[in-house]
């Protein structure tokens, strides 16, 4: 790697816990997309994904790609065009639907008998296919496994003391030569409360050491004015290959 933070005991495990009891309810997500107060979100495609996307495609053509706690972002329209089936996952529905809206795509809204109360938004072209609910509710038995993971700032956003849950979840959904792409945030903790929420290289290897071949690729200086504005004098984005063993 290029790049590495400076000494500022990053991956020290009193620092990770600084965060632990920190929740941020559905309610408070659904809040931000309705106030449109989306930081979060790209406009641009994520250079870390431009960079290493032969790496999660490996040669292969027409996979099954989830994006989990997908909001808007635009690598969906992306890797459809290139031909893959894209999935993902979002409890804002209004999220989803300017998706579709600023991608000036069609698509039809269905429901899921097996998760009551959510909706299915899907593509006319039929290879994007969008759910509206919580992550937890999705299953390897209504979305089938993928052949690739992009997780851009879902791990980051979910409350710390979810992590292990929804690592669980997405091994659950990784088939046998699932390539999954996460990135993590490498920051002070102690003078911003998340989320994007501070994720040591321990706690990576905890979540999915197990079961993973993991492998840091690159870590990136994403100090821009909006971890500025939260008191932050340095925000690293840390990417990860993990493969099933």
Not at 72 to 92: C, F, N, P, Q, R
Not at 129 to 156: A, M, P
Not at 203 to 229: A, F, T
Request: proline share 5%.
């Amino acid at each position: 790697m290029e790049n590495s933070p400076a000494p500022s005991g990053d991956d020290k495990c009193d620092e990770a816990k600084i965060q632990k009891d920190r929740v941020v309810t559905e309610e408070e997500w659904l809040q931000k997309w309705q106030t449109k107060n989306i930081g979060f979100h790209n406009e641009e495609r994520h250079p870390l994904l431009r960079k290493y996307l032969d790496l999660l495609l490996s040669g292969r053509s027409g996979l099954k790609i989830f994006f989990p706690l997908c909001g808007k972002t635009i690598e969906m329209k992306w890797l459809a065009d290139l031909g893959h089936h894209v999935t993902g996952v979002e409890i804002s529905e209004s999220a989803l639907k300017e998706f579709f809206t600023d991608q000036n795509l069609s698509f039809t809204e269905e429901t899921i008998p097996e998760i009551p109360g959510a909706k299915l938004f899907k593509s006319t072209s039929g290879n994007i296919s969008l759910y509206c609910c919580s992550i937890y509710d999705l299953t390897s038995t209504v979305t089938g496994k993928f052949d690739g993971v992009w997780d851009r700032g879902s791990l980051v956003a979910v409350n710390p003391s979810e992590r292990k849950r929804y690592a669980q979840l997405i091994l659950s959904l990784m088939n046998k030569r699932c390539c999954c792409l996460l990135i993590t945030c490498a920051y002070d903790p102690n003078k911003h409360k998340g989320p994007p929420f501070y994720v040591p290289d321990s706690e990576v290897k905890s979540l999915y050491g197990k079961y993973c071949d993991i492998k840091c690729l690159e870590k990136i200086d994403s100090l821009s004015n909006r971890p500025k504005k939260w008191g932050l004098d340095y925000f690293w984005e840390v990417l990860y290959m993990l493969t099933l063993k």
